[in-house]
């Protein structure tokens, strides 16, 4: 009876900030990108399987050949640049974040059972392509699980800006995905689009500098995955609109009449630009014009990410005002985080160049 009658949002951290909240908000955009990109290539290579025909040693695939080793790698930086995000949305809103964690315990939870059958199945495609059959499915499986995932995180992120939904929610004890958001359905909508198109563009790239542009066969899997990302960056488009028109009235006044709109501009000018960079190498395969665009559609996720933050305060405006809370600096800390981050990524940087892309050119179709 007594916690029937307590509030469901915990006070901030009483020691306050270890550091001034732009920093933090700067630093979750990036680390967030980050883990946005490792995932689309994830989807990029799944969404390979599912086009392509595996099924000849002289096929389209041959250009592909290594992706799928880069799999279980690719989400494997995920899942660790997904851990960043979450120490920084910590430092800024864990009250509020591990609230909704709570409330939607299991169902969150099975976010890591997808995760780890999401590993298995990467797996197995690994094994399936070396013997060019059964690989179609188990793309379908792996695209289907990343859908759920990016479900659970977005029904999770609507519920941590929605702290009036809390009290009515926690009679599911649980079990439950949070529905009651206008926006949950174009953000996942867009984070399946955002896949498809950072997927497709990065394919399209590793079987370019794989095989040359000159490749008629490679030229097939190449086409293939340009389309993907087309379709990708327009879906963005669409679901971008979707969920800007489907934002409560007071929220996008909020946005619109704040500097912070310009994130909302810079994302929709990027993922514009990138659509018509890709589009054009449709015609004339071009690594350069490829990855330009996968350059400005890093950018789109970027500015996506602080646009969500800028949401997610609006919508917090009653309960919270970061400008408010206390900041106790440990700049000796930050220092050694930045070292390390910064190391960290180079190192990350170097595996990717030197592990899957550095590789001789092959030779296909004679
Ligand atoms: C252990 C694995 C993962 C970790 C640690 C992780 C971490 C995070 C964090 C911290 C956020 C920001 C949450 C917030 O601000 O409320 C986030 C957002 C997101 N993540 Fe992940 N993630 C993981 C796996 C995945 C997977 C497999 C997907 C599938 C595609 C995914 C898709 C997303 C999406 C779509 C968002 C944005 C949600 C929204 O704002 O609507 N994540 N992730």
Redesign the pocket.
């Known amino acids: 009876m007594l916690i029937a009658n307590v509030s469901l949002i915990p006070s901030y951290d009483m020691l306050g900030m270890p550091i001034l909240p732009w920093i933090v908000q700067v630093l979750?955009a990036l680390t967030?990108a980050l883990?946005?990109s490792f995932?689309a290539m994830t989807?990029g290579g799944a969404t390979a399987y599912v086009v392509n025909r595996y099924n000849s040693l002289n096929s389209d695939t041959v250009a592909l050949k290594g992706l799928s080793a880069f799999l279980p790698f690719s989400?494997s930086m995920?899942?660790t640049l997904?851990?960043a995000?979450?120490l920084?949305?910590q430092v800024l809103?864990g009250n509020f974040?591990y609230t909704?964690n709570i409330l939607m315990g299991y169902v969150w939870l099975g976010?890591?059972v997808?995760?780890i059958a999401?590993f298995y199945l990467l797996y197995l495609g690994f094994w399936l392509s070396k013997h060019q059959r059964g690989v179609r499915c188990v793309g379908i499986l792996i695209l289907l699980?990343?859908?759920g995932?990016?479900l659970i995180?977005?029904s999770?992120?609507?519920l941590?800006q929605s702290p009036q939904a809390w009290e009515a929610f926690r009679a599911n004890k649980g079990i439950a995905l949070y529905l009651g958001d206008t926006t949950?359905l174009p953000?996942?909508t867009?984070?399946i689009f955002?896949?498809l198109a950072g997927g497709g563009l990065f394919v399209a790239i590793y079987a370019l500098l794989r095989s040359g542009t000159k490749n008629e066969t490679a030229g097939r899997a190449i086409s293939k995955a340009v389309l993907v990302s087309v379709v990708g960056m327009a879906g963005i488009l669409i679901s971008g609109f979707w969920a800007s028109r489907s934002l409560p009235q007071a929220t996008r006044s909020s946005l619109f009449s704040s500097g912070e709109s310009v994130f909302a501009y810079a994302a929709a000018a990027s993922f514009v630009l990138a659509l018509v960079l890709t589009l054009s190498s449709w015609f004339k395969k071009s690594v350069l014009k490829l990855g330009l665009s996968a350059v400005l559609f890093f950018l789109g996720l970027l500015a996506m990410a602080a646009l969500?933050?800028t949401l997610?305060r609006i919508a917090l405006g009653k309960q919270l005002n970061l400008a408010e809370i206390p900041v106790h600096s440990q700049w000796d800390s930050f220092a050694l985080f930045l070292v390390i981050f910064i190391l960290g990524l180079m190192l990350v940087g170097y595996i990717v160049k030197e592990g899957f892309f550095n590789r001789p050119k092959l030779q296909v179709g004679g």
Do not use: E, K
């Open positions: 979750m967030l883990h946005w995932l989807a989400l995920a899942m997904g851990i995000p979450l920084f949305v809103y974040f909704a976010l890591l997808l995760m999401n699980l990343l859908a995932s990016a995180l977005s999770n992120a609507t941590t949950l953000r996942w867009f984070a955002a896949l969500r933050d997610r």
